[in-house]
């Protein structure tokens, strides 16, 4: 009679599938590894905004720290039953890990659900700055080692990689100050705290449309539809193209039919109004893909920052 009882309980709490589908019965929580403001968070909210056909809330958490860990971690530990995910794709999942240990194992402790954007590293100054391009940063930076400083997201953050590689290429040192997010990244930099900034098209955007920053230089293999002046590292001679992704990542162990909801769900998200009036305001670079592309994507990138982090 115990065992009928608690076998029955075990069938009461499985998740419910009709016909092989899954629909949620409670809201849906989205983290996001760093403070509002930045392109994870905007991301999240403007996608959660356009899901129109989800019976239940979609809401998002900022759970910001550790280049994006925290809420990563959070992720990882939480059941794979389609009610946790969190924006990844980038410092938390392709960088951290190639220069410290984590709580969790980068490329099995997900399963990503969809790839939403590509975002190159622009860096930036303020409009005051006596630096007009890259060269004459580069001029002085050579002459005065660590003298001149710039803003991350977090020590070991997808940000900081792409510094690190650059000074690697370039031969010059500059003095790392990393923020818990890109909004106190940028106000840092307006308020002189720092002589340079990265960021991502989107988070920058607006700054340098109000006169407020200057972009230098664009960290991807292409110029930036956004900034057609500005020129990239591979044009000035130091082929460094290291992308920021952004997408949905569940804990690994999701079931598959829960999967196929969550990913035809915010597919259908980023062709809603609110997102692609965000695309076009901001000059976000959309690139949907499934959650197994989105896996080699995180995959490939993991490897490719450990490989130039060692050269």
């Excluded at 991301?43 to 860990?69: C, D, T």
């Excluded at 975002?119 to 700055?129: I, K, N, T």
């Excluded at 955007?205 to 006169?211: A, F, H, K, L």
């Excluded at 990913?263 to 976000?284: I, P």
């Amino acid at each position: 009679m115990l065992a009928a009882t608690a076998i029955a309980g075990a069938l009461s709490t499985a998740p419910a599938y009709a016909q092989g589908k899954w629909v949620p019965e409670r809201p849906i929580t989205i983290y996001v590894g760093f403070n509002p403001g930045g392109s994870a968070d905007q991301i999240a909210r403007v996608l959660a905004a356009g899901v129109k056909n989800s019976p239940v809330p979609i809401v998002v958490l900022n759970r910001p720290g550790a280049a994006g860990v925290i809420a990563a971690q959070a992720t990882a530990q939480a059941k794979p039953d389609g009610y946790t995910l969190f924006v990844g794709g980038g410092s938390e999942t392709t960088s951290v890990g190639n220069h410290q240990k984590l709580p969790y194992d980068t490329l099995t402790a997900f399963r990503p659900v969809i790839k939403i954007a590509r975002l190159p590293s622009v860096l930036v100054v303020r409009a005051d700055s006596p630096y007009a391009d890259m060269r004459s940063l580069m001029a002085d930076a050579k002459k005065a080692p660590e003298k001149l400083s710039y803003g991350s997201t977090g020590q070991g953050g997808i940000f900081h990689s792409t510094a690190l590689v650059f000074e690697k290429l370039s031969g010059i040192k500059l003095l790392h100050i990393p923020y818990k997010g890109a909004a106190e990244s940028r106000t840092a930099l307006l308020a002189g705290e720092v002589d340079m900034a990265f960021g991502a098209p989107d988070e920058v955007q607006p700054m340098i449309s109000s006169g407020k920053l200057r972009p230098i230089a664009i960290f991807s293999k292409s110029r930036l539809p956004a900034f057609p002046n500005v020129p990239t590292m591979t044009e000035l001679g130091y082929p460094v193209a290291i992308d920021n992704m952004k997408g949905l990542l569940a804990p690994a162990g999701l079931p598959d039919p829960v999967y196929q909801w969550l990913y035809e769900t915010f597919k259908t998200a980023v062709q809603s109004v609110e997102f692609q009036q965000y695309v076009k305001s901001t000059g976000l670079t959309v690139d949907v893909a499934d959650g197994p592309t989105f896996d080699r994507d995180i995959a490939e990138a993991y490897n490719a920052i450990g490989k130039a982090l060692q050269q």
